[in-house]
């Protein structure tokens, strides 16, 4: 008779090949509607993997929960209460950067896609599309990966990206934009990595090469050149 040689107890058991990963991908919603919210719930917590641990109605609850929660996905409305949210998705990237970002929206314009993914989100998902396409969103989110709904993308890839209007450069745009957005002097030079100095003198340029003078000219400029949504 053969014994076998008992196993050291202070090792774990080898697990089988075919033990699946038992990963939870954790996802924050981030939308002002409660009914959107309810059905974006469902359509993932109803998928192996998939968890909701918290649900937003604007941004500061979204921070929040990102906080809180340190989730791998927020899936994040582009037009909350506060306005349009394609500035905060830099920030949140950047405080909290284990989190990734899908973005969902109503917005099927190419700039817009192009622009939030510029700033750091991953996954761009139409809202007439979401049953359908979140899931496989997030999932590619979480893994690093990015997603576009495919026909967004051959607009975005047939359509160049426009270059800066009116001479400005492309970091005056930035500023410009983020101007029309409301943020002040200080709150851009944060945003940006710039001094409030830098950011006074590309204020100074953007007003020159516009001939504009007033704050309220600045946002009218930007909303007429589909700089910032309406």
């Given at each position: 008779?053969t014994?076998?040689?008992?196993r050291d107890?202070?090792?774990p058991?080898?697990?089988p090949?075919?033990v699946?990963?038992?990963r939870?991908?954790?996802?924050?919603?981030?939308?002002?509607?409660?009914?959107?919210?309810?059905?974006?719930r469902?359509?993932?917590?109803t998928?192996?993997?998939?968890?909701?641990?918290?649900?937003?109605?604007?941004?500061?609850?979204?921070?929040?929960?990102?906080?809180?929660h340190?989730?791998?996905?927020?899936?994040?409305?582009?037009?909350?209460?506060?306005?349009?949210?394609?500035?905060?998705?830099?920030?949140?990237?950047?405080?909290?950067?284990?989190?990734?970002?899908?973005?969902?929206?109503?917005?099927n314009?190419?700039?817009?896609?192009?622009?939030?993914?510029?700033?750091g989100?991953?996954?761009?998902?139409?809202?007439?599309?979401?049953?359908?396409?979140?899931?496989?969103?997030?999932?590619?989110?979480?893994?690093g990966?990015?997603?576009?709904?495919?026909?967004?993308?051959?607009?975005?890839?047939?359509?160049?990206?426009?270059?800066?209007?009116?001479?400005?450069?492309?970091?005056e745009?930035?500023?410009?934009?983020?101007?029309a957005?409301?943020?002040?002097?200080?709150?851009?030079?944060?945003e940006?990595?710039?001094?409030?100095?830098?950011?006074?003198?590309?204020?100074?340029?953007?007003?020159?090469?516009?001939?504009?003078?007033?704050?309220?000219?600045?946002?009218?400029?930007?909303?007429?050149?589909?700089?910032?949504g309406?």
């Amino acid at each position: 008779m053969t014994l076998l040689p008992e196993r050291d107890a202070s090792r774990p058991a080898a697990q089988p090949d075919n033990v699946a990963s038992t990963r939870t991908i954790r996802v924050v919603i981030a939308d002002d509607h409660a009914v959107v919210r309810r059905g974006l719930r469902q359509v993932l917590d109803t998928e192996e993997g998939l968890e909701v641990v918290a649900e937003a109605s604007d941004l500061d609850s979204a921070r929040r929960y990102v906080r809180g929660h340190h989730p791998d996905v927020l899936v994040l409305d582009l037009n909350l209460p506060e306005g349009l949210s394609l500035g905060a998705i830099p920030e949140i990237r950047t405080e909290w950067p284990e989190t990734q970002i899908v973005v969902l929206t109503m917005q099927n314009e190419p700039a817009y896609a192009r622009e939030a993914l510029g700033a750091g989100a991953l996954g761009y998902v139409l809202k007439e599309a979401a049953e359908s396409e979140l899931v496989e969103a997030v999932r590619r989110a979480a893994d690093g990966d990015t997603y576009l709904n495919p026909r967004l993308g051959a607009r975005v890839a047939a359509e160049p990206p426009p270059g800066p209007p009116d001479d400005l450069s492309e970091r005056e745009v930035e500023v410009l934009r983020m101007i029309a957005l409301g943020h002040t002097n200080a709150e851009i030079a944060q945003e940006l990595f710039l001094s409030i100095r830098t950011v006074e003198t590309h204020r100074a340029h953007i007003q020159q090469k516009l001939r504009l003078g007033s704050r309220s000219e600045l946002v009218r400029y930007a909303l007429d050149r589909g700089l910032v949504g309406t």
